[in-house]
C-alpha cells in the first residue's frame, strides 16, 4: 500500500513560483518513479511531469518544459515539482501518481490557482 500526500499549493499571481511536494509512505520509495498530473476546471487529467527512480531521467509536457522542474528525495521518500513563471491555465489541482506498479497510487490534490 502507497500513500501519497501533497502539499504547497496555493494562490499566487502570474509569473510567480510555487513548490509542490509529495511525501509518500513507502519504504521502496527509492524504486519506485513518479509523476505529477493536473486536473484544470472543466479539463480531463493530464501529464505534467515525471521522473526516474534515480532522478537520471524526467520528463515534461510541452506546455511546461523549460518553467517546471521534477525532482526527489529519497532521503525524505518526498517528490518536488518546483513551478515557475506561472500562467493562469497553470490553474488547476496538481495529483502526485506512482508510476509502474501494478497498481497506480494517486494523492488528494493540491490546488493552484495562478491570478492573471
Known amino acids: 500500500q502507497v500513500q501519497l500526500v501533497e502539499s504547497g499549493g496555493g494562490l499566487v499571481q502570474a509569473g510567480g513560483s510555487l513548490r509542490l511536494s509529495c511525501a509518500a509512505s513507502?519504504?521502496?520509495?527509492?524504486?519506485?518513479?513518479f509523476a505529477w498530473y493536473r486536473q484544470g476546471p472543466g479539463s480531463q487529467r493530464e501529464f505534467v511531469a515525471s521522473i526516474s527512480d534515480d532522478s537520471y531521467t524526467t520528463n515534461y509536457a510541452d506546455s511546461v518544459q523549460g518553467r517546471f522542474t521534477i525532482s526527489r528525495d529519497n532521503a525524505k521518500n518526498t517528490i518536488y515539482l518546483q513551478m515557475n513563471s506561472l500562467k493562469p491555465e497553470d490553474t488547476a489541482v496538481y495529483y502526485c501518481?506512482?508510476?509502474?506498479?501494478?497498481?497506480?497510487?494517486w494523492g488528494q490534490g493540491t490546488q493552484v490557482t495562478v491570478s492573471s
Open positions: 513507502v519504504r521502496t520509495f527509492r524504486l519506485i518513479r
Open positions: 501518481r506512482t508510476l509502474g506498479l501494478g497498481t497506480s497510487y
